[in-house]
């Protein structure tokens, strides 16, 4: 950035007013609450080195933070984190509920830089509690050549003890501020696709979600009919998550011609969000998606398509904020245009223009019409605030927007606010940085600016501070 005598420099003297319009950046930015996600595991921690992936293995111990792990080049590096674990390991006891599991999860992502994305499984294979069993809880055979049984999802023994375990989950983390989303995985294997329930036991079930967690976001597994009746309710802190992608097959054995088989990217997705009324859920609430599979088997496995830069912009018209790609090395050959995908996801803000007065006095009123750019696909879903810093030498002042940053779509966003000079400004020159910053005052967000300083903030503009 300029000099303040520099910048000074270029105006006519008789100028009142400034346009700001920062140069921009196309690289990466490491960002809050988007990107890929690391799997029952924080960043730092190995990737799963024989490929596979273990829903049932959410994290039981806890290590210091590491140094940058040693698979760049293999996996992005990530602000978030997704953990699950089966009711049977959250809940070994009736009514003893391991809510360490959680809040260890919380501190150790926060220790590695990330946020928590959560879910709760009914069951995976064989592990429905055994207390609940004994209580009386009715079982049945699994169905579709899935192993094991299945907990009938109908049953009011089921109804009353999942949504007594919703409710204390949700007692215990609604509104953390390191939780970024729960799963609304009410019934079936993994909690996904809700089981048996039927629509009335699907509604009971995911209202326990909505009272237990009004203040977090809530996916709903996209195809359920939970789902559906989330978006009939109205609630707007659900948005939805979606298994399956990159799934196009392109052999199918002699039985319909190559390409044309079933698969989740064009049977499954566009319908379902028509259908169940989630097309414009992302305005509000954010999408996960995450690969069938790994995206590791589904590029080496022989008769799935190899043409990742089309499946993955597919991916991109749904919105999404971040993608679950199961802690799993990314293959060589498709890192680059897995990384061109990974930096499009979720928000992407850049200050298109913001006006301000190029002379100030303390205490003086201003207008500050500001243009913001999202260059993303999606709006940031946390609360943070537009903040101006006012900079002379060793002491800084802030001046925070009210405007809702979570109003910002794709696109432009204008708002134009009275603003207030710090009263602690003194005659002289000043340098101005923009972030967006938390409650504390702490720059959180990084904007697609070319210059950043160390702290995060953008140093944008300069102005002249008059005597009182």
């Known amino acids: 950035m300029l000099s303040f005598e520099q910048w000074d420099a270029e105006f006519a003297k008789a100028e009142q007013m400034q346009r700001v319009r920062p140069a921009s950046t196309d690289k990466p930015l490491l960002n809050p609450h988007r990107g890929t996600t690391t799997f ?83 069951y995976v294979l064989d592990d429905i509690p055994k207390w609940y069993v004994a209580l009386g809880g009715k079982v049945i055979p699994q169905s579709g050549g899935m192993p094991g049984p299945d907990i009938d999802s109908n049953d009011p023994l089921y109804l009353k003890h999942w949504r007594r375990f919703t409710a204390a989950l949700g007692g215990e983390f609604n509104g953390h501020a390191n939780l970024d989303s729960v799963d609304v995985a009410y019934a079936g294997r993994f909690g996904e696709m809700g089981g048996n329930a039927t629509p ?33 309710s109205g609630y707007r802190q659900f948005g939805w998550r979606g298994d399956g992608f990159l799934d196009v097959k392109y052999r199918a054995k002699g039985v319909v011609p190559d390409g044309l088989v079933w ?45 990742i830069r089309w499946q993955l912009d597919q991916c991109l018209k749904y919105h999404p904020s971040t993608f679950m790609a199961k802690s799993v ?22 200050v298109h223009q913001l006006m301000l007065p190029r002379e100030v006095k303390p205490e003086q009123g201003f207008k500050a019409p500001l243009t913001i750019d999202n260059r993303g696909i999606a709006p940031i879903y946390k609360r943070y605030d537009f903040a101006l810093r006012f900079v002379q030498g060793e002491q800084s002042a802030l001046v925070r927007f009210k405007a809702n940053v979570r109003a910002w779509l794709p696109g432009f966003s204008f708002v134009q606010e009275e603003l207030r000079v ?40 300069h102005v002249r501070v008059l005597g009182a």
């Open 329 to 350: 090395e990314i293959p060589a050959e498709y890192w680059d245009a897995y990384l061109e995908f990974e930096n499009k996801l979720g928000y992407r803000f850049f």
């Open 40 to 122: 029952q595991r924080f960043e730092g921690d190995a990737l799963q080195a024989d490929h596979s992936w273990h829903d049932e293995l959410g994290p039981e111990k806890f290590e210091p933070p590491k140094p940058q792990a040693p698979y760049v080049g293999l996996y992005p590096a990530t602000r978030v984190t997704y953990c699950r674990w089966p009711w049977s390991v959250l809940e070994p006891r009736e009514g003893e509920i391991r809510f360490d599991l959680i809040h260890n999860s919380l501190k150790a992502a926060q220790e590695r830089g990330q946020s928590l994305q959560i879910r709760f499984e009914p």
């Open 263 to 307: 698969h989740h990217m064009y049977d499954e997705y566009p319908r379902h969000l028509n259908e169940q009324g989630l097309r414009d859920a992302w305005m509000h609430a954010p999408v996960s998606l995450e690969p069938y599979q790994t995206v590791w088997h589904l590029l080496k496995a022989e008769g799935f398509s190899r043409d």
């Open 422 to 461: 710090p009263e602690s400004l003194k005659p002289g020159p000043a340098r101005v940085d923009c972030a967006l910053v938390d409650s504390s005052g702490k720059a959180c967000v990084k904007f697609a600016h070319a210059e950043i300083l160390d702290d995060g903030w953008h140093p944008i503009t």
């Open 200 to 232: 009335e036991s699907a509604a009971q079930l995911v209202d326990a979600y909505a009272e237990g967690f009004p203040e977090t976001h809530l996916l709903s597994m996209i195809g359920t009919l939970g789902a559906a009746h989330a978006a009939k």
